[in-house]
């Protein structure tokens, strides 16, 4: 199967900058997606990335290195409503994107 | 516009029966999906749809049958529910299956719980 690793959980600050990490498998590679899910909602989309180097987006950043099946995501200038799950998701050449179990993210004031 | 739309929001089953999913975007997408959410086990891939008349085994397919007879609409078929099957089930569309036309737009979840 095609794999994608991102971390359970993690906490910051109010304020603080945050990077979540996600891993795939190359093989095939055709997109790396970023999703926001709030407890209870659905996933909205928040960034898509297929080549090398860091796309901005107000606070929220995400960054590719292709040949390192890598990805990550930042988000700056944290607010408590950045309080959720993170969902990194990979295409491949198939008609399905391959998701990770998501990051929860919790900022404290 | 409505985006993706699901019907019902809630539901509560017993054991062994029978129940349909309905799913309805209003983006003229051609694909559409049928995930399933538990904890940590993140989504899930239960049946996908490239285009009207067609459908396709996901991750997950055991225990259901999909239909996509109109093009807006993907419907999901338990047949015989069972406890195991207790999730939120999402719908989601997308224009097609490649590169940034892959990004999938979700429908707001329908939360099921098999007694």
């Known amino acids: 199967g095609q794999n994608i690793d991102q971390p359970t959980e993690m906490t910051a600050t109010e304020g603080a900058i945050v990077q979540i990490n996600c891993t795939y498998q190359?093989?095939?590679?055709?997109?790396l997606f970023w999703y926001q899910q709030h407890a209870g909602e659905a996933p909205t989309f928040l960034s898509y990335?297929?080549?090398?180097g860091l796309e901005e987006k107000g606070r929220f950043s995400s960054f590719l290195s292709r040949s390192k099946g890598y990805s990550y995501l930042l988000l700056k200038e944290l607010q408590m409503k950045d309080s959720a799950s993170y969902l990194c998701?990979?295409?491949?050449?198939?008609?399905?994107?391959?998701f990770g179990t998501g990051t929860r993210l919790q900022v404290f004031p | 516009n409505a985006g993706v739309t699901q019907t019902p929001k809630f539901r509560v089953l017993k054991t062994g029966q029978s129940m349909t999913l309905l799913c309805a975007q209003d983006?003229?997408?051609?694909?559409m999906y049928w995930y399933r959410q538990d904890p940590g086990m993140g989504l899930r891939l239960i049946h996908y749809?490239?285009?009207?008349?067609?459908?396709a085994k996901g991750e997950v397919p055991d225990g259901y049958n999909v239909s996509r007879l109109k093009k807006q609409n993907f419907l999901l078929g338990l047949e015989s529910a069972a406890p195991s099957q207790t999730s939120v089930y999402f719908c989601?569309?997308?224009?097609?299956?490649?590169?940034?036309?892959?990004?999938?737009?979700f429908g707001p979840g329908t939360r099921l719980t098999v007694l």
């Open positions: 989601a569309s997308s224009v097609s299956g490649s590169g940034s036309y892959n990004e999938q737009f």
């Open positions: 190359t093989s095939g590679f055709n997109g």
């Open positions: 990335n297929v080549l090398d």
């Open positions: 998701a990979s295409a491949h050449n198939t008609d399905k994107l391959i």
């Open positions: 983006m003229n997408h051609e694909y």
């Open positions: 749809s490239v285009g009207e008349g067609t459908t």
